[in-house]
Protein backbone atom coordinates (compact mmCIF):
# COMPACT_ATOMS: atom_id res chain seq x y z
CA UNK A 1 0.00 0.00 0.00
CA UNK A 2 2.66 2.58 1.02
CA UNK A 3 3.71 2.13 -3.34
CA UNK A 4 0.81 3.24 -4.50
CA UNK A 5 1.10 6.86 -5.87
CA UNK A 6 -2.12 8.86 -5.63
CA UNK A 7 -0.77 11.29 -8.46
CA UNK A 8 0.04 8.75 -10.66
CA UNK A 9 -1.83 7.98 -13.77
CA UNK A 10 -5.00 5.43 -13.54
CA UNK A 11 -3.81 1.90 -15.27
CA UNK A 12 -6.22 0.52 -17.68
CA UNK A 13 -5.92 -1.87 -20.48
CA UNK A 14 -7.65 0.06 -23.76
CA UNK A 15 -8.96 -1.99 -26.88
CA UNK A 16 -7.43 -1.27 -30.18
CA UNK A 17 -9.06 0.76 -31.75
CA UNK A 18 -9.46 0.62 -35.46
CA UNK A 19 -8.51 3.45 -37.85
CA UNK A 20 -9.16 2.08 -40.96
CA UNK A 21 -10.79 4.35 -43.67
CA UNK A 22 -13.81 2.71 -45.62
CA UNK A 23 -14.48 4.16 -48.90
CA UNK A 24 -18.08 5.17 -49.74
CA UNK A 25 -19.50 3.31 -52.20
CA UNK A 26 -20.42 4.20 -55.78
CA UNK A 27 -23.99 3.43 -55.10
CA UNK A 28 -23.51 5.78 -52.06
CA UNK A 29 -21.85 8.56 -53.78
CA UNK A 30 -24.88 8.83 -56.21
CA UNK A 31 -27.65 8.34 -54.01
CA UNK A 32 -25.84 11.17 -52.05
CA UNK A 33 -25.77 13.39 -55.53
CA UNK A 34 -29.19 12.59 -56.53
CA UNK A 35 -31.03 13.43 -52.93
CA UNK A 36 -28.88 16.96 -53.85
CA UNK A 37 -30.40 17.60 -56.76
CA UNK A 38 -33.84 16.72 -55.57
CA UNK A 39 -33.66 19.34 -52.49
CA UNK A 40 -32.21 21.65 -54.71
CA UNK A 41 -34.79 21.12 -57.38
CA UNK A 42 -37.95 21.12 -55.26
CA UNK A 43 -36.33 24.53 -53.41
CA UNK A 44 -36.17 26.20 -56.51
CA UNK A 45 -39.64 24.76 -57.59
CA UNK A 46 -40.52 26.54 -55.01
CA UNK A 47 -39.31 30.00 -55.16
CA UNK A 48 -40.38 29.36 -58.36
CA UNK A 49 -44.22 28.67 -57.29
CA UNK A 50 -43.84 31.52 -54.34
CA UNK A 51 -42.56 34.18 -56.52
CA UNK A 52 -43.16 34.34 -60.35
CA UNK A 53 -46.73 33.60 -60.48
CA UNK A 54 -47.62 36.56 -61.86
CA UNK A 55 -44.21 38.00 -61.03
CA UNK A 56 -43.24 37.60 -64.28
CA UNK A 57 -39.39 37.19 -65.66
CA UNK A 58 -38.65 39.03 -62.53
CA UNK A 59 -40.66 36.85 -59.78
CA UNK A 60 -39.04 33.49 -61.87
CA UNK A 61 -35.22 34.57 -61.26
CA UNK A 62 -36.15 35.74 -57.52
CA UNK A 63 -37.51 32.17 -57.39
CA UNK A 64 -34.54 30.60 -58.48
CA UNK A 65 -31.74 32.85 -56.23
CA UNK A 66 -34.23 31.97 -53.20
CA UNK A 67 -34.50 28.51 -54.42
CA UNK A 68 -30.97 28.06 -54.52
CA UNK A 69 -29.87 30.16 -51.95
CA UNK A 70 -31.65 28.05 -49.01
CA UNK A 71 -30.60 25.04 -49.59
CA UNK A 72 -26.86 26.49 -50.69
CA UNK A 73 -26.65 28.30 -47.43
CA UNK A 74 -27.53 24.79 -45.51
CA UNK A 75 -25.05 23.13 -47.44
CA UNK A 76 -22.61 25.96 -46.46
CA UNK A 77 -23.08 25.02 -42.98
CA UNK A 78 -23.49 21.69 -42.80
CA UNK A 79 -19.37 21.79 -44.75
CA UNK A 80 -18.70 23.39 -41.96
CA UNK A 81 -20.21 21.17 -39.25
CA UNK A 82 -20.20 17.75 -40.45
CA UNK A 83 -18.03 17.78 -44.05
CA UNK A 84 -20.86 16.82 -45.68
CA UNK A 85 -23.68 17.78 -47.85
CA UNK A 86 -27.40 17.71 -47.12
CA UNK A 87 -27.53 13.90 -49.15
CA UNK A 88 -23.97 12.92 -48.00
CA UNK A 89 -24.84 13.28 -44.58
CA UNK A 90 -28.67 11.39 -45.26
CA UNK A 91 -26.33 8.31 -46.95
CA UNK A 92 -23.92 7.95 -43.72
CA UNK A 93 -20.96 9.62 -45.96
CA UNK A 94 -18.71 12.82 -45.76
CA UNK A 95 -15.42 14.09 -46.93
CA UNK A 96 -12.10 14.00 -45.64
CA UNK A 97 -8.70 14.17 -46.44
CA UNK A 98 -6.91 11.70 -48.67
CA UNK A 99 -4.95 10.85 -45.81
CA UNK A 100 -8.09 10.54 -43.66
CA UNK A 101 -7.41 14.03 -42.00
CA UNK A 102 -10.45 16.45 -41.82
CA UNK A 103 -10.59 18.76 -44.54
CA UNK A 104 -10.24 22.11 -44.05
CA UNK A 105 -13.80 24.39 -45.46
CA UNK A 106 -11.70 26.37 -47.90
CA UNK A 107 -10.61 23.17 -49.35
CA UNK A 108 -14.08 21.59 -50.04
CA UNK A 109 -15.72 24.63 -51.24
CA UNK A 110 -13.16 26.42 -53.63
CA UNK A 111 -10.88 23.23 -54.86
CA UNK A 112 -13.37 20.51 -54.74
CA UNK A 113 -16.99 22.35 -55.69
CA UNK A 114 -16.14 25.65 -57.40
CA UNK A 115 -14.57 23.65 -60.36
CA UNK A 116 -17.54 21.54 -59.91
CA UNK A 117 -20.20 24.28 -60.23
CA UNK A 118 -18.31 26.63 -62.64
CA UNK A 119 -18.53 23.75 -65.46
CA UNK A 120 -21.64 23.02 -64.56
CA UNK A 121 -22.41 26.35 -65.46
CA UNK A 122 -20.28 27.26 -68.23
CA UNK A 123 -21.31 24.31 -69.55
CA UNK A 124 -25.13 25.90 -70.38
CA UNK A 125 -23.31 28.68 -72.35
CA UNK A 126 -20.56 26.24 -74.09
CA UNK A 127 -21.66 22.49 -74.27
CA UNK A 128 -18.55 21.27 -75.61
CA UNK A 129 -17.56 21.84 -71.58
CA UNK A 130 -19.60 19.28 -70.76
CA UNK A 131 -17.38 16.77 -71.48
CA UNK A 132 -14.85 17.72 -69.06
CA UNK A 133 -18.18 17.49 -66.58
CA UNK A 134 -18.38 14.24 -67.82
CA UNK A 135 -14.76 13.16 -67.44
CA UNK A 136 -14.90 14.27 -63.99
CA UNK A 137 -17.60 11.54 -63.07
CA UNK A 138 -16.09 9.06 -64.97
CA UNK A 139 -13.06 9.11 -62.89
CA UNK A 140 -15.32 7.31 -60.61
CA UNK A 141 -14.72 4.01 -61.61
CA UNK A 142 -11.37 3.80 -61.18
CA UNK A 143 -10.20 1.82 -58.32
CA UNK A 144 -9.74 4.50 -55.71
CA UNK A 145 -13.23 5.81 -56.46
CA UNK A 146 -12.21 9.51 -56.66
CA UNK A 147 -13.84 11.86 -59.01
CA UNK A 148 -11.84 14.19 -60.61
CA UNK A 149 -12.62 16.94 -58.18
CA UNK A 150 -11.69 14.77 -55.65
CA UNK A 151 -7.79 14.64 -57.13
CA UNK A 152 -8.09 18.35 -57.31
CA UNK A 153 -9.37 18.89 -53.58
CA UNK A 154 -6.93 15.76 -52.25
CA UNK A 155 -10.40 14.49 -50.76
CA UNK A 156 -11.75 10.96 -50.39
CA UNK A 157 -15.55 10.19 -49.77
CA UNK A 158 -15.55 7.99 -46.55
CA UNK A 159 -18.41 6.40 -44.77
CA UNK A 160 -19.19 7.53 -41.45
CA UNK A 161 -18.43 5.14 -38.50
CA UNK A 162 -21.57 4.39 -36.76
CA UNK A 163 -22.00 4.89 -32.86
CA UNK A 164 -21.30 1.72 -30.95
CA UNK A 165 -24.94 1.02 -28.59
Known amino acids: MADMNPYAAPKA ?4 VSTEIELATRR ?4 AAVLDGLVIGVCVAGGILL ?12 GTTLGMAIPAAINL ?8 TIGKRSTGIRMVRSDGSEAELWRLIFLRGLPQW ?14 LVLADVLFIFGKPRRCLHDYIADTIVVTVPKPDK
Open 77 to 84: WMLHRFRA
Open 13 to 16: VVDD
Open 28 to 31: QRLN
Open 51 to 62: FGRGGGPAGIIA
Open 118 to 131: LLSGVGRLLPILNL
